[in-house]
């Protein structure tokens, strides 16, 4: 495999950030986007078994939602 990629989502509520992967069932979250790429990795380590299944790249897709009022 290439590439995996997380969906990246700020979480305005609590603050921190969420991650998910596309396609796979690989969740987790981080107080501070250092913290989040930390615990990506972390979790994509303990996905895969061997470091032949494992993705050379981790692409992060960062998804902000936008409200706008309508007058």
Do not use: W, Y
Not at 30 to 47: F, K, M, Q, T, Y
Request: one cysteine or more; charged letters at 25%.
């Amino acid at each position: 495999m290439s590439e995996i990629i997380f969906e990246v989502r700020e979480d305005e509520g609590d603050g921190g950030f969420t991650a998910s992967a596309l396609g796979f069932g690989i969740h987790t979250q981080g107080e501070s986007l250092d913290e989040l790429r930390i615990n990506i990795r972390e979790a994509v380590a303990c996905h895969f078994e061997t470091s032949t299944q494992m993705p050379k790249l981790i692409r992060l897709h960062f998804v902000r939602d936008e409200v706008l009022a309508v007058s």
